[in-house]
Each structure stands twice: as structure tokens, then as C-alpha cells.
């Protein structure tokens, strides 16, 4: 089994910034994937960053220039530095790591971003 504990969501104004951290822990193989979803109200859950095990990432065109994603293999961790904020990056944000065809979640962070 692989756990997720997240860290670093809030309240933010426009045009702020906000760290995201995801740290795992259990069963965990060399070679898997990081990344964040993010699920508004009423919205379904959307990609916001991944990053391959060789540190390959995509981005969502929303949040591309803005966002960005990095993974620390040797602590088991990914990070997303948010900046630029805007509100409709209102969401709980959630970490998954993907290894042997298994998608692990973490519990998820809320980020509001609102004046």
C-alpha cells in the first residue's frame, strides 16, 4: 500500500502564489508517476501537472506558465509552486502517485483564491 499526505493549500488573493507538497510513503517502486488533479464544485476532476519518474511533466493549458511541478525521488515527494493565482483555480487539489497499474490519492488540499 503507498499513502499521500499533502500540504500547503489556503486562502490566497489574486495573482498570489501557493506551494503544494505531497509526500508518500509505503510500498513504493523505483519507476512511477507524481502529479495533481484538481475537482472544483460541481466541476469533474481535471489534470493540473504531472511528472514521469525521469522528471517528464505536462501541464494543463490552464496552467501552463503559471504552475509548476517538481519530485524529489529520493524523499518520495512532489511539490507544485503555484503562481499567478486566479480564481478559478478554486479547488481541492489532490496528489496521485501511479505505479504497476495502481493510482494512489491522497486526501486532498483546498485552494481558494479570492479577494
Known amino acids: 500500500q503507498v499513502q499521500l499526505v499533502e500540504s500547503g493549500g489556503g486562502l490566497v488573493q489574486p495573482g498570489g502564489s501557493l506551494r503544494l507538497s505531497c509526500a508518500a510513503s509505503?510500498?513504493?517502486?523505483?519507476?512511477?508517476?507524481m502529479g495533481w488533479y484538481r475537482q472544483a464544485p460541481g466541476k469533474q476532476r481535471e489534470l493540473v501537472a504531472r511528472?514521469?519518474?525521469?522528471?517528464?511533466?505536462n501541464y494543463a493549458d490552464s496552467v501552463k506558465g503559471r504552475f509548476t511541478i517538481s519530485r524529489d525521488n529520493a524523499k518520495n515527494t512532489v511539490s507544485l509552486q503555484m503562481n499567478s493565482l486566479k480564481p478559478e483555480d478554486t479547488a481541492v487539489y489532490y496528489c496521485?502517485?501511479?505505479?504497476?497499474?495502481?493510482?494512489?490519492w491522497g486526501q486532498g488540499t483546498q485552494v481558494t483564491v479570492s479577494s
Open positions: 496521485y502517485l501511479g505505479q504497476l497499474g495502481n493510482t494512489y
Open positions: 509505503g510500498s513504493i517502486f523505483r519507476n512511477y508517476g
Open positions: 511528472i514521469s519518474s525521469g522528471g517528464n511533466t
